[in-house]
């Protein structure tokens, strides 16, 4: 590597590319648990300004009518290679504006919607939020100690998922169970691919 | 105690920041190059030219090695969209390079290639 002193920039396109992927579900049901269990580094925080365009309101002065809120974003780092690296944000906790924030969801591989099977109407906004946007999501439900265990398929049912949609349990603080939740993620990416088929799918198949 | 330059951002532990976060970007909020929260950057080393303050000494300092705009911002304690800015003025100047994915269309998750969910998978799986 160029030293400090040198005036040669660096190339471009020797940099990791990030990866973002979202950790969704309600209040309590064990984000950060899940993220902090991930994570290499201390998990941060920070600030982003999402966008909101309220198409209720009347436009007379031919002015967009945005609003913006300040969210904070709980992330943590897997480095997965020289050339990626993934980042997992917790989703902010104002599920209600979701449906607003674009950004939230721009750029995003994909999402884990975590449930608490004692109270699963806490990922219904998140579940309805990645279905709405087309944002491939798995499901993974956090087998808290204490709560009753379910299967998969009546977690399925609860939340009124599609079959395609991933559901798997885990428990959130074991870092093992995360990565597994994760690459059902990327599995399940895999798989809608090459059922929607792209041109090079297609091609491998022909 | 009222550090003239701080190595850090001027954080009170009591009320929190002690510049408002859109000082240090001269009230911009709008970043000219288009940065996400998970574009890598990284400082060139080289010599940059114009009159940059404290907060891009900062943020060059914090991008020695590949980091994340979103880490940049935490680490700063300002929010994203201020580094962003930041690091706009610095890439112009040649001070900072980004990595080069391609911009996410407004509104719409990634459309990932196969071999970046193939070099996906293949990275978690050494995890386990």
Redesign the interface.
């Known amino acids: 590597m160029a030293s400090s002193n040198d005036c040669d920039p660096l190339p471009a396109g020797v940099l990791p590319v990030g990866i973002k992927v979202l950790i969704a579900g309600g209040f309590g049901v064990g984000k950060t648990t899940f993220v902090n269990a991930l994570s290499e580094i201390e998990p941060l925080s920070t600030e982003e300004i999402l966008t909101a365009v309220s198409a209720a309101t009347d436009r007379l002065d031919g002015v967009e009518n945005k609003a913006t809120t300040t969210v904070a974003l709980d992330f943590g780092r897997i480095t997965l290679s020289p050339s990626h690296v993934l980042y997992l944000f917790g989703t902010p906790g104002q599920e209600r504006f979701w449906f607003m924030w674009d950004e939230l969801s721009e750029g995003a591989l994909g999402a884990v919607v975590l449930a608490d099977t004692r109270r699963m109407e806490h990922s219904f906004a998140a579940v309805d939020f990645f279905e709405r946007r087309g944002i491939p999501f798995v499901v993974a439900v956090n087998e808290f100690d204490g709560a009753h265990r379910y299967r998969a398929e009546e977690v399925r049912t609860a939340l009124d998922l599609t079959q395609e949609v991933p559901v798997v349990l885990c428990d959130a603080r074991v870092q093992s169970a995360g990565i597994r939740v994760l690459l059902e993620l990327i599995q399940h990416l895999l798989t809608t691919r090459s059922s929607h088929g792209s041109d090079t799918d297609q091609l491998l198949r022909a | 105690m009222t550090p003239v330059l701080p190595d850090g951002p001027l954080i009170d532990e009591a009320v929190g920041r002690l510049v408002r976060p859109y000082t240090v970007s001269d009230g911009r ?1 709008r970043a000219t190059s288009h940065f ?12 940059t030219q114009g009159a940059f303050g404290l907060d891009h000494a900062q943020v060059l300092a914090l991008c ?1 090695r ?1 980091v ?1 705009v ?2 940049v ?3 700063m304690q ?4 201020v580094v962003k800015v930041l690091l706009s003025d610095l890439a112009e100047g ?1 001070a900072v ?5 391609p ?8 459309r ?3 071999d ?13």
């Open positions: 909020t996400t929260l998970v574009t890598v950057v990284q400082a060139t080393g080289a010599q020695e590949p994340s979103a880490e911002a935490a680490r300002v929010p994203a969209a040649g390079v980004a990595d080069d994915a911009p996410p269309s407004p509104g719409h998750c990634a990932p290639d196969r970046l969910l193939e070099a996906v998978r293949d990275g978690l799986l050494k995890r386990l």
